[in-house]
């Protein structure tokens, strides 16, 4: 099982819809998420951070965190077509400690299509 | 200043030569990263420097060899490298080591011939 699994996608949704994207992780000692987006030929950019169960909006944007179904999902809000783009879920996880360990874990990603 | 700039953009070396990658941060980061990714993968992480000390290294292989003179810069020195190399290598910078707000380069996109 891969630590972060997301859907691959392609996921086309027209313009001004409500694009989901969903993101699961295996280790329960998970303890920070991430969405980064990335365009075709340009690098990842964070885009949203969540640390706590619930929701976090921020603009168009809103993370939403289960960790006890080890869950986080990205909703965008009227979707524009600047919008396409690969979006990459990522995790940082506790050590044993319970601090956490310096290795951002990427899941495969999911590309975004926004079709006007 | 919010960026991290990597020179060059683009590198074609011969599997004999010797090249460095330049990678240089103005936001007063305490860590700093080097990732490489492959097309339509993820980026893999390389090699991750704290306070200037080596923290991290993913089991790179040591014809990847890192070095970080300064808080700002990080260089990656090249050699005897082999096609599958071949990939866009991305430096980021975050507060901390332990911080998963990463700020990305542009990244270098190499060929190794």
């Known amino acids: 099982q891969k630590e972060v699994e997301q859907n691959s996608g392609p996921l086309s949704v027209p313009e001004g819809a409500i694009a989901s994207l969903n993101c699961t992780y295996s280790?329960?000692?998970?303890?920070?998420f991430f969405w980064y987006r990335q365009y075709s030929g340009k690098s990842p950019e964070l885009i949203m951070s969540?640390?706590?169960?619930g929701d976090k909006e921020d603009g168009r944007f809103t993370a939403q965190l289960n960790k006890a179904s080890q869950y986080v999902s990205l909703l965008i809000r009227d979707s524009q077509p600047s919008d396409s783009a690969t979006y990459l879920c990522?995790?940082?996880?506790?050590?044993?400690?319970?601090?956490?360990?310096?290795?951002?874990?990427f899941g495969q990603g999911t590309i975004l299509t926004v079709h006007p | 200043d919010t960026e991290v700039t990597q020179t060059p953009k683009h590198l074609v070396m011969g599997m004999t030569n010797k090249k460095s990658l330049k990678c240089e941060q103005h936001?007063?980061?305490?860590?700093m990263y080097w990732y490489k990714q492959k097309a339509k993968k993820p980026p893999e992480l390389m090699f991750v420097?704290?306070?200037?000390?080596?923290?991290i290294n993913e089991s790179v292989p040591s014809r990847f060899s890192p070095e970080c003179p300064n808080s700002s810069l990080l260089n990656l020195h090249l050699h005897a490298l082999q096609p599958e190399d071949s990939a866009l290598y991305l430096c980021?910078?975050?507060?901390?080591?332990?911080?998963?707000?990463?700020?990305f380069g542009p990244g270098t996109r190499l060929t190794v011939l």
């Open positions: 980021a910078s975050s507060q901390g080591e332990r911080d998963g707000e990463q700020f």
């Open positions: 280790d329960r000692v998970s303890q920070s």
């Open positions: 969540i640390y706590s169960n």
């Open positions: 990522a995790v940082i996880r506790a050590n044993a400690g319970g601090t956490s360990y310096g290795k951002l874990t």
């Open positions: 936001m007063g980061h305490r860590a």
């Open positions: 420097y704290s306070y200037e000390k080596l923290s």
